[in-house]
């Protein structure tokens, strides 16, 4: 049977992934990195409506629901973490990892992620991490393993199953959640068990760090070098390390070094002994994808419902 020409482009687009995915960026301009990676010139209207959105119905949230705040897991300024329970101390359990490449943010600004989940019987901890350009890259991520094995350790402190821990992040914190699904959980503390996160949600994640590395307006408060970005670079050095499922996630609008850096990490990861399926939230960006993913009709909801093994 002939294959129609909308399958022709897409596995050409494929093959084209896998031959030079890491080197397709080199042909961008400096404008076509800021184009495809400083998401927030593209919304004029981030700080003015979709921050202020969030922080509130995050306020309203931390008021509302059964909450512990501010609960310190490490020694740095913003090692915090804030933990919403649902009641139900055997739930499973999402730790939850904000974006903001890496030097913005706070994990106070997604508490209004909490509502639906809470509602749905799942417990959900939202880290805090200090952020560039006062610490590194590697630096975040080794707080991030902290965060993870202190919810596994103070589990029952904290009203939460530490035997059903997902972890689910967006932009950097997609980044974030792969390298904890790339972390050996027993040679970063011998009391943790091989199989501590029982699944991975990257959402929007930064897969290959080096085209962020080369956006000019990003780097800046990054400050990153070429040998950190290889380094810290889910796709060069950092494969997962367990066959747990991965749900990689980006929006439907989003630029298409987005899409690339999703696809590329599914195509070079998922094997039939390790399930890593790709989902493209419709319609919508980089931002509003979060906004999808608090509706409980939504698909995007339904599906991260199923990685929790609800």
């Known amino acids: 049977m002939a294959i129609s020409n909308d399958e022709q482009r897409v596995t050409h687009k494929k093959a084209q ?33 979709v921050i202020p959105g969030w922080v509130a119905d995050s306020a309203a949230a931390r008021a509302t629901l059964d909450c512990t705040l501010d609960e310190r897991y490490g020694t740095g300024e913003k090692q915090k973490l804030d933990v919403f329970r649902c009641g139900d101390a055997s739930a499973p359990t999402l730790i939850y990892v904000h974006g903001g490449y890496w030097q913005r943010g706070d994990k106070s600004v997604y508490s209004f992620l909490a509502p639906p989940f809470v509602a749905n019987g799942v417990n959900i901890v939202v880290i805090g991490y200090d952020l560039c350009p006062t610490v590194t890259i590697t630096e975040i991520s080794q707080q991030a393993r902290e965060a993870v094995a202190y919810v596994w350790h103070h589990a029952d402190d904290l009203g939460v199953n530490g035997d059903r821990l997902t972890v689910m992040g967006h932009s950097a914190g997609g980044h974030i959640t792969q390298m904890m699904m790339a972390t050996d959980w027993p040679a ?15 959402v929007s994640p930064l897969s290959y760090l080096e085209p962020v590395r080369l956006t000019q307006d990003l780097n800046g408060g990054i400050r990153m070098d070429a040998a950190e970005a290889d380094a810290e670079s889910p796709m060069t050095n950092h494969p997962p390390v367990t066959n747990a ?57 339904a599906k991260t419902c199923v990685m929790l093994g609800l």
Not at 34 to 47: G, I, S, T, V
Not at 189 to 202: N, Q, R
Not at 251 to 269: C, I, L, N, S, W
């Open 17 to 49: 992934f896998m031959s030079d995915q890491l080197t397709y960026h080199l042909r961008f301009s400096p404008e076509e990195f800021d184009a495809q990676y400083n998401l927030r010139a593209a919304r004029p209207d981030y700080e003015q409506t």
């Open 188 to 202: 970063f503390d011998a009391a943790l068990p091989v199989d501590l996160v029982k699944s991975g949600i990257p």
């Open 245 to 301: 499922p991965q749900l990689v996630v980006v929006g439907g609008t989003e630029t298409d070094e987005f899409h690339r850096q999703a696809q590329m990490y599914v195509h070079k990861f998922a094997s039939d002994t390790r399930v890593v399926d790709l989902y493209v939230v419709p319609e919508v960006d980089h931002f509003d994808e979060l906004n999808v993913l608090v509706d409980p009709t939504s698909p995007f909801f």
